[in-house]
């Protein structure tokens, strides 16, 4: 948002910006930005919307005053207890106006919002198990998954969906069965789930996940953390677990970091509800990614990031798990190296490409040359830094090693290009180190590793700058 608001400066367009009092916005400081604060409707201005509802037809004065003094000028509240009052047997029409049917019951008109709401749902009877349904999926939701989901006839399926747009609960958008729908407000989708007992939430969400793994294989793809939701609100840990993997390896992909520890956490969390004999295997697989998500969330060096790549380091060596220890010797020599315990670093480093030859595994070795490379250049063994970044650019496949990027923070090609345009312009050759930093700014462009763009960028403009101002 900062960037939208800084960008829209001068241009044609009208940005309109909502959020709740206890927010605090970092751009009112811009001379184009405008904040109004919006109060709660005066009783006036709560009575001219109960009007509105009504058709213009006045309520009993004592309704009126009822309806004004408990929503308390909040507009959703005001919009729904009159809607609640309409559509009781408390009024009666009277052509231009509504008189009451009889006494008014004290509790007659509910004193809250979700009172409110519990009340209209519940005068749906034969649309609430339709509306339980559709809370558990969420928000937003579409009719062929609901109509999987409900285990419904058709008819009382879109019986129900018809009372629940005509009741203005729920929106809907197209024509079913193509159509699309959307609760009100998320207080509308939290009443009706509120209503489900345990069990049969627990049911729903299970319900819900198989058809999304049975029907809909673009959502699974593009969207797993639904399926982790699911499979965890419905209690099965199992898929749970391996759905928030997929979740925050796919986060990582896209650099969504935050995202990516969010799922990685809810992950781990559910590990206590495995058997014992398979939770080694699955937090390997989540510490592993967690530690990538911590390095480029909050530093190389951060303490969390240590502790999961030790705990990576520890199940590797339970488990005799050699895919997952190439991320977990690259955290730690990253961790290492940034706190200055080079000695360390390059231990890892050696080991690293120790058993990288070992296992002839090309993509290991890929990075086992670029950290060594890195390193020699910290310790200024420049000669050794030279050759282990060009072995990592001859080693170094497009279609093959891209893919790295995601799993080491960063390209290994574009590192070692950075790198090695410092390394050969200490070694004096001003102008193939110059190659070198533009290379790796171009390959950083072709990637579009988001990542690897933030680490190159600066890396080789500070170097630029240095040369072209004779200081390096």
């Known amino acids: 948002l900062d960037l939208l608001v800084d960008r829209v400066q001068g241009a044609p367009v009208l940005v309109l910006i909502t959020f ?48 004004v003094a408990k929503t308390d000028g909040v507009p959703l509240f005001v ?33 809250t919002l979700q009172e409110s709401l519990l009340a209209r749902l519940d005068r749906l009877a034969p649309a609430r198990e339709v509306a339980q349904v559709a809370a558990a999926i969420g928000r ?39 159509a699309s729908y959307s609760f009100k407000h998320a207080l509308v989708q939290d009443t009706a789930y509120a209503t489900l007992v345990r069990a049969k939430r627990q049911r729903l969400h299970v319900r819900i996940a198989a058809a999304l793994e049975h029907d809909f294989p673009e959502t699974v793809q593009a969207q797993p953390e639904l399926l982790a939701h699911h499979y965890m609100e419905g209690g099965l840990a199992e898929p749970a677990i391996d759905y928030w993997l997929r979740a925050g390896q796919r986060a990582i992909t896209r650099s969504a970091m935050a995202e990516a520890l969010a799922q ?27 530690g990538v998500a911590l390095m480029a969330t909050q530093g190389w060096a951060a303490p969390k990031a240590g502790r999961a790549n030790a705990r990576a380091r520890e199940l ?57 490379g890195t390193g020699a250049l910290w310790r200024g063994e420049l000669p050794a830094a030279c050759i282990h970044l060009e072995r990592t650019l001859a080693l170094y496949d497009r279609e093959q090693h891209h893919s790295l990027a995601s799993l080491y923070v960063q390209d290994p090609r574009v590192a070692a290009l950075s790198g090695l345009s410092w390394t050969l312009f200490a070694l004096g050759y001003p102008e193939q180190a110059r190659t070198r930093s533009r290379e790796a700014l171009d390959a950083a462009r072709e990637l579009a590793h988001l990542n690897t763009v933030a680490y ?17």
């Open 316 to 372: 590797c060596e339970q488990l005799g798990a050699t895919a997952q220890l190439w991320p977990v010797l690259y955290g730690q020599w990253v961790f290492h190296g940034v706190r200055g315990e080079h000695n360390a670093a390059r231990n890892v480093a050696d080991e690293f490409l120790r058993r990288a030859q070992e296992r002839h595994d090309t993509s290991a070795a890929v990075v086992a040359h670029r950290i060594c």
């Open 20 to 67: 709740r009092p206890q927010f605090e916005p970092p751009w009112t400081h811009y001379a184009h930005v405008t904040a109004l604060t919006l109060s709660r409707l005066s009783r006036r201005q709560g009575a001219a919307m109960v009007a509105r509802l009504s058709g213009g037809k006045a309520l009993p004065p004592a309704v009126l005053d009822q309806i």
């Open 456 to 472: 190159a960028h600066p890396f080789v403009r500070v170097f630029l700058r240095a040369v072209s101002s004779g200081v390096a």
């Open 79 to 111: 919009e729904e207890l009159t809607r609640t009052v309409l559509e009781t047997n408390l009024l009666r029409d009277e052509g231009d106006h509504y008189a009451l049917a009889g006494p008014l019951p004290p509790m007659a008109i509910p004193a």
């Open 264 to 290: 990685l956490r809810n992950g781990l969390d559910l590990l206590a509800g495995l058997p014992e004999v398979d939770r080694p295997r699955r937090e390997l697989d989540l510490q592993v990614a967690l």
């Open 140 to 178: 937003e939701f579409s009719h062929e998954l609901l109509a999987i989901a409900a285990a419904l006839p058709e008819s009382d399926l879109q019986a129900g969906l018809d009372d629940l747009v005509g009741s203005g609960l729920v929106f809907r958008r197209g024509t079913p069965p193509q």
